[in-house]
């Protein structure tokens, strides 16, 4: 498959509150058939565990929409390394409070990331609630050629909701 130039998709998808499990293997097939994307589906099924993480290396964009959920070590640290590596990332909804269980029993082998939404996202999320202020959306001026990102206007916009 060394050949193969189709844009790789890593769905990164555990939810057991708003069906996104349901909805994003759809939208994937959206995406293989509209774009011509390899997409992979990376699901959790609500359980501490996302097998086949190891696809994250080779992938083009990872889409995460994961809601309190504690990993093995080891897929946490794959998860790092692709971000750290500067792999782009769609984070959706619940993405803010991914890997951070809140007050739940951390599964044995497992660990949360209860810094994810500062660190990666550069957010501050702290329970769903009115806010004033709004949400400031930028696209950053490194990112704006990325395939993915590229014709993406404005780049910069302020959203009044949460």
């Given at each position: 498959f060394r050949a193969d130039k189709r844009p790789h998709v890593a769905i990164l998808v555990s939810d057991d509150h708003y069906r996104a499990d349901t909805t994003l293997p759809a939208?994937?097939?959206?995406?293989?058939?509209?774009?011509?994307?390899?997409?992979?589906?990376?699901h959790g099924q609500g359980q501490a565990d996302i097998p086949h993480t190891e696809?994250?290396?080779?992938?083009?964009?990872?889409?995460?929409?994961?809601?309190?959920?504690?990993?093995?070590?080891?897929?946490?640290?794959?998860?790092?390394?692709?971000?750290?590596?500067?792999?782009?990332?769609?984070?959706?909804?619940?993405?803010?409070?991914?890997?951070?269980?809140?007050?739940?029993?951390?599964?044995?082998?497992?660990v949360e990331w209860s810094e994810f939404d500062a660190e990666v996202l550069g957010g501050n999320y702290h329970g769903h609630a009115a806010n004033h202020l709004g949400s400031d959306v930028v696209c950053l001026p490194q990112a704006r050629e990325h395939p993915l990102l590229r014709g993406v206007a404005p780049a910069t916009w302020h959203s009044p909701f949460v």
């Open positions: 939208f994937a097939q959206t995406l293989r058939a509209a774009y011509g994307c390899h997409c992979t589906i990376l696809e994250l290396a080779a992938a083009d964009c990872l889409l995460l929409y994961v809601r309190r959920l504690a990993l093995p070590a080891a897929q946490i640290a794959r998860l790092r390394r692709y971000l750290d590596a500067g792999g782009p990332l769609v984070a959706l909804r619940t993405a803010s409070h991914a890997f951070a269980i809140r007050r739940q029993a951390l599964p044995v082998g497992c």
